[in-house]
């Protein structure tokens, strides 16, 4: 008896659940239908139901017209009333069970799925729910998962969703599995009819919201079942076992991250995995990975201080070691504009293509000039991406100079902003003028540097007791170069603005020539506008320069990869004037990305570059001692002799980086401070162009490798200084924004010009 009830229980559940994955797998497939995957699956459900009703009362009959025809009507009629269980009646007379059971069954299982699909009681979050379970058998297999949990649905999210989904389909990721879950208090129960609801279970992600009651609730961690062993302890043995990725994307009405609600949550899930694993924290391995996204200026050093002190005092009360929990939680901090800025550089550059090693070439007037349109968090950012990335020596081997005109309607105001958190940034206010930097403005910037100078006096004056001539404040200025900012509260689209800039084979404003046009006006369309009309002009008044010109770039923010083709600028505009280059950036489907979010491979190498600088390698670890060796050759061998060929050492270190795999060297990568990463991260994009420079050499002399090390340090200054931090000559404070090795390269130690040199060898990579 016993047997027959679960024999029946499981034959409805099996048929209901082979159903219903057909009806969800149909339901991604046409996601756009309305009503045809339902109708569908019910009539299927139906047709089931009444021809087996049929069968069975055709075969019971006497085989007459009557008999048939009644059948036929009577099945319709019940299997039809099977969609609210009604009509199920058994065969009466009839005494084999069996039929009986069939009769009755398939008026329950019609029932059951019209129930489900056409009255909405089951969701995509039941099947997302199954799919989960088959994820936590998964991982409790070993079976080796990297997981993606957004705690939003947003456009971005989506779009970065799908860059992962399409990255692990390439070739370097087939190995490994990938499950995409939508899971999370901020999310809505999933409605069909909402787009982004719609587009996610269409491409196949997992979708599962839930409210938590206030002061309760388990992390993402135990409800996903992602309590792994993925941590860096022996790395080297083993290989990672699948990492956790969480994404907290929640926007405001603007379309930019909501600071507040990102950080509560990641906070949140942060407490309650600590609380999950309060009675032995110690024991915790696993790592996880935030991403939280804001919109105003990152303030990396907030986010450690909360998160420390959130993990310092678990720690306490498990008795267990704070310093080593840390790692465990991974806190990036996300924002558009700086994503914005960085996609800059890579657009540059793949601009240039294999014209990159104009990028050394020497700058005959010593000096790289920006005009900037309109400075929100995205101006500002571009603009700092384009002082940072243009670092470079003039024909004596001065660093390049950068100066630069801001153009808003509320110029002075951020002038004043942006002059207090930049200290080592020359700020000057020009008011109402269009006039562009000049010489007149020399008692302004002059007083400025006299400012700036108060920082270097404990350095020179320790320079000249110690009997070393030539280190006065002209030295620091003149190797430091710091950025001259001037500012206008002018409209740019104004008549007076568009009649200064003008182009006559170059294009220049208020006569002085532009190397490059930033145009950040705040959304597309103006900066469509603004873009053409620049370009109009320069194919108005055409070209007569030759091919060699240096080259000019605008730069043009816009939000929809779309808008790309409303710019009046082809390929063959490219070689018809080979001497401007327009570099659009900021596309949110281009930032965010696997490639520009999540992606670290390559960053991770420089922090262990630092480690293998600083403490030598560990003993039983083979590569880190070759490396190690390597470096120490390198630095005794400049000291002995120029003219030593370092091409060979820099080949060899390059071998054998590329031979490690990420998690050989993520260990240092998790203990590394999140604005340290972000240097590192800094110190990989400008290293392409090293890549392309050390390409074209046949051998490299001491001297040339520890000129590429001055301009990496030229570089790391500006770095530095485009986010707002000041000298010290007692150290390096990251909570007060202070390093000491923000100075000219002459003043650092041969142990600290060894990091620069790591960086231009880790940078290279020769062709093969």
């Not at 048939?68 to 065969?91: C, H």
């Not at 899971?183 to 919201?209: A, Q, T, V």
């Not at 060796?629 to 060979?648: A, E, H, V, Y």
């Not at 001297?703 to 790391?716: C, G, P, Q, V």
Request: hydrophobic share 40%; net charge neutral; glycine share 8%.
């Amino acid at each position: 008896m016993l047997a027959g009830i679960l024999c029946g229980c499981v034959t409805v559940a099996a048929l209901y659940a082979v159903t219903m994955l057909a009806y969800f797998r149909l339901r991604r497939k046409y996601a756009e239908t309305k009503y045809a995957v339902e109708a569908g699956i019910a009539l299927f459900a139906i047709a089931v139901s009444v021809i087996t009703r049929m069968y069975i009362l055709t075969e019971l009959g006497d085989g007459t017209f009557e008999s048939g025809f009644s059948a036929a009507l009577f099945a319709i009629y019940s299997g039809i009333g099977g969609l609210a269980f009604e009509g199920i009646d058994s065969v009466s007379g009839v005494e084999l069970n069996y039929i009986n059971c069939i009769y009755s069954g398939v008026s329950l299982y019609a029932g059951l799925i019209a129930l489900s699909v056409i009255t909405a009681t089951a969701s995509y979050e039941i099947y997302s729910k199954a799919g989960l379970l088959g994820l936590k058998l998964r991982l409790k297999l070993g079976i080796c998962t990297d997981v993606y949990v957004f705690k939003t649905a947003t456009p971005d999210t989506l779009l970065l969703a799908e860059s992962i989904k399409n990255r692990y389909s390439e070739k370097e990721f087939r190995s490994r599995r990938v499950r995409i879950v939508y899971c999370g208090e901020l999310l809505e129960p999933f409605d069909r009819k909402n787009f982004l609801h719609k587009e996610i279970m269409s491409r196949g992600f997992l979708y599962w919201s839930y409210n938590d009651r206030p002061g309760g609730g388990k992390s993402v961690l135990r409800r996903l079942g992602l309590y792994i062993r993925n941590d860096a302890h022996g790395v080297r043995a083993s290989k990672n076992k699948g990492g956790v990725y969480v994404f907290a994307f929640a926007q405001d009405q603007d379309l930019v991250g909501s600071e507040s609600v990102n950080g509560k949550s990641v906070f949140k899930e942060i407490s309650l995995i600590l609380k999950e694993n309060s009675k032995d924290c110690s024991g915790l391995h696993t790592v996880t990975d935030f991403y939280l996204l804001t919109g105003s200026e990152l303030n990396y050093e907030y986010y450690e201080r909360v998160t420390d002190d959130i993990v310092s005092s678990a720690a306490k009360k498990a008795g267990a070691d704070a310093e080593k929990l840390k790692k465990y939680f991974q806190v990036h901090v996300i924002n558009e504009s700086v994503l914005a800025g960085m996609s800059l550089t890579g657009r540059r550059m793949e601009a240039d293509g294999e014209n990159g090693n104009g990028d050394f070439a020497p700058v005959g007037d010593g000096k790289h000039y920006a005009v900037v349109l309109g400075f929100g968090e995205t101006g500002k950012q571009a603009m700092n991406s384009v002082y940072v990335n243009n670092a470079c020596f003039d024909e004596r081997g001065v660093p390049l100079s950068f100066e630069a005109d801001v153009f808003d309607t509320v110029a002075t105001s951020k002038a004043g902003l942006y002059k207090s958190t930049h200290p080592l940034t020359v700020c000057i206010s020009k008011g109402d003028s269009l006039s562009p930097i000049s010489r007149e403005d020399d008692f302004a910037v002059n007083a400025e540097l006299r400012r700036i100078s108060e920082a270097y006096e404990p350095a020179i004056k320790s320079f000249a007791e110690k009997g070393v001539k030539g280190m006065d404040f002209g030295f620091v200025a003149r190797e430091m170069k710091f950025p001259v900012i001037a500012f206008h509260n002018v409209d740019c689209t104004e008549l007076e603005f568009a009649s200064s800039m003008k182009y006559d084979g170059r294009l220049t404003f208020g006569g002085r020539s532009v190397d490059s046009l930033i145009i950040a006006l705040g959304d597309d369309e103006k900066d469509i506008a603004a873009a053409n009309a620049f370009i109009d002009e320069i194919k108005t008044k055409g070209s007569a320069l030759p091919r060699g010109t240096r080259k000019q770039y605008v730069y043009v923010h816009l939000h929809d990869d779309r808008n790309y083709a409303r710019i009046n600028w082809t390929e063959a505009d490219n070689e018809a004037y080979p001497h401007i280059g327009i570099v659009l950036f900021g596309n949110r489907g281009y930032i965010f990305s696997y490639n520009r979010i999540v992606d670290e491979k390559q960053n991770m190498k420089y922090s262990y570059g630092y480690h293998l600088i600083a403490d030598g390698g560990r003993k039983d670890c083979v590569a880190e001692n070759e490396i190690s060796g390597i470096f120490t050759k390198i630095k005794d061998n400049i000291k002995s002799g120029d003219n030593t060929d370092f091409l060979p050492h820099l080949k060899k270190i390059s071998g054998i980086v590329s031979t490690l795999e990420p998690h050989e060297y993520k260990e240092k990568w998790l203990y590394t401070k999140e604005y340290k990463k972000e240097s590192n991260r800094a110190a990989e994009r400008f290293g392409r162009r090293f890549r392309r420079e050390l390409d074209t050499k046949k051998e490299l002399t001491g001297a040339e490798l520890m000129k590429l090390a001055e301009l990496e340090h030229d570089r790391w200054n500006r770095f530095y200084i485009a986010h707002g931090w000041y000298y010290s000559f007692t150290g390096k404070r990251e909570s007060d924004r202070v390093h000491n090795c923000l100075c000219p390269f002459a003043f650092l130690s041969e142990d600290t010009r060894a990091y620069d040199i790591v960086n231009v060898a880790l940078a290279y990579n020769p062709k093969k």
